[in-house]
């Protein structure tokens, strides 16, 4: 699971970028070797056109902070496709990165 702040919203192209602020776990089939290599950065998050992603991906603002289950397939690139759980962090709810500096 996922925890960051989207920082762009494509309205056309269900597509947004998340800074990550959390790497909370991985997929049981991840190849990772450090998951949480990921924390700091700007992430290009994909795949909320199906129908269960779609309609929340309509209510997501820049700044809102999100969790979401995602897959990072190729490692070459800076993009993760959603594939599970989508849910909008509430304001002041922890995602574990309180007293942690900024990358």
Known sequence: ??????TEKSEQGYELTLKIN?????????RA?????????????RGFFNDSF?????DLKIGDRIRLGAVHTDPTV????????LEKV?????DGT?????R
Not at 22 to 30: G, P, R, V
Not at 33 to 45: E, T
């Open 33 to 45: 070797s450090d998951p949480k290599a990921s924390v700091g950065r700007l992430m290009s998050m």
């Open 98 to 102: 309180e007293g942690k500096s900024e």
């Open 22 to 30: 959390s790497i909370e776990s991985s997929q049981k089939t991840s």
């Open 78 to 85: 800076d993009s993760f496709t959603v594939v599970e759980e």
């Open 90 to 94: 509430p304001t002041g709810k922890s």
């Open 54 to 58: 779609g309609e929340k991906f309509g």
């Open 1 to 6: 699971m996922v925890v960051g702040t989207i």
